[in-house]
C-alpha cells in the first residue's frame, strides 16, 4: 500500500534519512523502530507531506505521492498521529472531532437550496459518526469536557478517534502508548487490533517491544537514518545490529 524508494532527507549537515527503501507489502500493521533521533518521525513527515524529501519517491496505492501536500495525501486515504498529540485543548472533545469532518459537500451541487439541505445533513451525520467514534475510543462520558481536561492518554485516544472521521484507509501513528498509563496503553492496543480488524491498515512508531511484539506483523528498524534490519517482530528483537543500535556497543 504505501512504499519508499531510496529516500534522503538532510537537515543542514544531519542526514535524518538516508536511502530508505521500505514499504508495508502486504501487512496490516507494520512498525517502525529505532533509538531516539533515527530519524522515524522525519520519514512520517515526509511520508505524509509535511516535509519535502531531497530525494527518492513515495508511493500510496500505487500513486506516487511525494510532491504532494498533506491535505492531499489525507485525501487519498492516509492520516497521521502526532508524537505529541495535536488536539485543541479549549474546544471540547466533541468539538475536537467535528472540526475534522470527512471530505466537504463538493462543489458539485450548483443548487443552493439542495446545497442548504446537504449541509445539514452533513452536519447531522458527522455528529453521529463523531459520537460513535467518541464511544468507541472510549471517551463518551467526556464529550463536553474541554480537551485540556482529558489525561495524556485520552487525548491520544481523542486524536485518533478525530482521525477516524475521515475515514482513512491507512494509519500511520507516531509513539501512540508513550506516556500513556498501562490500561490505556491496553485499551490504545485493543482498538488498533479492532481497526485492523475492520480493515484498516496501520504504520507504527513504538517504543515498547511488547507492543511492537503483540501488534506488528512486520518491522523495520531505522539506525542514524538508515534501514539496517526488517523481519517478523521477534526475530527483529534478537538482531545482532538492532541490539547493537540499541545499546551503543
Ligand atoms: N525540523 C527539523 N530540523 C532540523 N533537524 C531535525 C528536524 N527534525 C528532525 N531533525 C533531526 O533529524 C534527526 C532525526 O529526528 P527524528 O526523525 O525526530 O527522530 P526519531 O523520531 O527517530 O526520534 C535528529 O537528529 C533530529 O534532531
Ligand atoms: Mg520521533
Not at 176 to 201: C, F, H, Q, W, Y
Not at 229 to 246: F, L, R, S, T
Request: hydrophobic share 40%; net charge neutral; with cysteine.
Amino acid at each position: 500500500m504505501l512504499e519508499l524508494k531510496k529516500v534522503d532527507k538532510s537537515f543542514g549537515g544531519i542526514r535524518a534519512v538516508s536511502n530508505c527503501t521500505l514499504g508495508t507489502k502486504g501487512y496490516r500493521i507494520t512498525g517502525l523502530i529505532g533509538p531516539n533521533g533515527s530519524g522515524k518521525t522525519t520519514l512520517f513527515n515526509l511520508m505524509t507531506g509535511f516535509l519535502p524529501l531531497d530525494k527518492g519517491e513515495i508511493y500510496f496505492k500505487g500513486e506516487r505521492i511525494d510532491a504532494y501536500l498533506p491535505h492531499h495525501i489525507a485525501e487519498c486515504g492516509m492520516a497521521r498521529t502526532f508524537q505529541l498529540a495535536r488536539i485543541f485543548p479549549k474546544m471540547t472533545v466533541l468539538e475536537n472531532m467535528l472540526l475534522a469532518p470527512p471530505l466537504q459537500t463538493g462543489e458539485k451541487l450548483c443548487s443552493l437550496w439542495l446545497k442548504r439541505n446537504k449541509i445539514r445533513e452533513d452536519e447531522k451525520t458527522n455528529l453521529l459518526k463523531a459520537s460513535a467514534l467518541i464511544e468507541i475510543v472510549g471517551l463518551s462520558h467526556l464529550k463536553d469536557q474541554f480537551a485540556a481536561n482529558l489525561s495524556y492518554g485520552q487525548q491520544k485516544l481523542l486524536e485518533l478517534a478525530r482521525i477516524l472521521m475521515a475515514e482513512p484507509e491507512m494509519i500511520l501513528l507516531d509513539e501512540p502508548t508513550a506516556g500513556i498509563n498501562p490500561s490505556l496503553i491496553r485499551k490504545m492496543m485493543e482498538l488498533i487490533l479492532k481497526m485492523k480488524d475492520n480493515g484498516k491498515v496501520f504504520f507504527i512508531i513504538e517504543h515498547n517491544m511488547d507492543v511492537v511484539i503483540e501488534l506488528c506483523d512486520w518491522v523495520f528498524v531505522l539506525d542514524n537514518g538508515e534501514k539496517i534490519a526488517e523481519g517478523k517482530p521477534k526475530e527483529i528483537q534478537n538482531n545482532p545490529k538492532v541490539i547493537e543500535a540499541y545499546l551503543g556497543v
